[in-house]
T-cell receptor, first 114, second 110 residues
Framework: DTGVSQDPRHKITKRGQNVTFRCDPI?????LYWYRQTLGQGPEFLTY????????KSRLLSDRFSAERPKGSFSTLEIQRTEQGDSAMYLC????????????FGQGTRLTVV | AQRVTQPEKLLSVFKGAPVELKCNYS??????LFWYVQYSRQRLQLLLR??SRESIKGFTADLNKGETSFHLKKPFAQEEDSAMYYC????????????FGQGTTLQVKP
């Protein structure tokens, strides 16, 4: 499968712990997006990168959240001091730059905070 | 405010019946509209976009700027169409970020 891959697929953590998720985009895609999806809702934008630069962050992204894309390839999303409200599916997507290019999604990481 | 509204959480139809999944949007500008689909245990994938004006798997969607709608239609539903459908828009800022609706589950009964 040469699509967007995310790791891990599932993560259960205790409240207060830190977690880190990884996203590997399609190799020629310079744009990478993170979304969060809670039960019964559509995905909500969190942040995006163009190459290694983080160009926009949603107000949903509290100080406990940080995302990086150090070499413009894979990206990590870290949540510090997790809370029960962080339980959600975290989706990564990538696309080539341009208005008409298609975004391809990964299968997501499902986080459960207990 | 930028918003996408899908008023139906669930749409249940019989095989062969017409389908219309509703989508309304709010955006001050010229957005691009998309329909994404998620089949059971699969990832979210693009179904169609308004600029392509194409029919995919028998589905079509017409952008109505006057009514700010982008409803998804298919004349004869098939069981394999059962899935979650999301309407989404991206704005004119060229960031490419998507704003999604809440989604509609389409259930096609035999």
């Amino acid at each position: 499968d040469t699509g967007v891959s995310q790791d891990p697929r599932h993560k259960i953590t205790k409240r207060g712990q830190n977690v880190t998720f990884r996203c590997d985009p399609i190799s020629e895609h310079n744009r990478l997006y993170w979304y969060r999806q809670t039960l019964g809702q559509g995905p909500e934008f969190l942040t995006y990168f163009q190459n290694e630069a983080q160009l926009e962050k949603s107000r949903l992204l509290s100080d406990r959240f940080s995302a990086e894309r150090p070499k413009g390839s894979f990206s990590t999303l870290e949540i510090q001091r997790t809370e029960q409200g962080d339980s959600a599916m975290y989706l990564c997507a990538s696309r080539r730059e341009g208005r008409v290019t298609e975004a391809f999604f990964g299968q997501g990481t499902r986080l459960t905070v207990v | 405010a930028q918003r996408v509204t899908q008023p139906e959480k669930l749409l249940s139809v019989f095989k062969g019946a017409p389908v219309e999944l509703k989508c309304n949007y709010s955006y001050s500008g010229s957005p691009e509209l998309f329909w994404y689909v998620q089949y059971s245990r699969q990832r979210l994938q693009l179904l169609l976009r308004h600029i392509s004006r194409e029919s995919i798997k028998g589905f079509t969607a017409d952008l109505n700027k006057g009514e700010t709608s982008f409803h998804l239609k298919k004349p004869f539903a098939q069981e394999e169409d059962s899935a979650m459908y999301y309407c989404a828009l991206t704005g004119s800022s060229n960031t490419g970020k998507l704003i999604f609706g809440q989604g509609t589950t389409l259930q096609v009964k035999p």
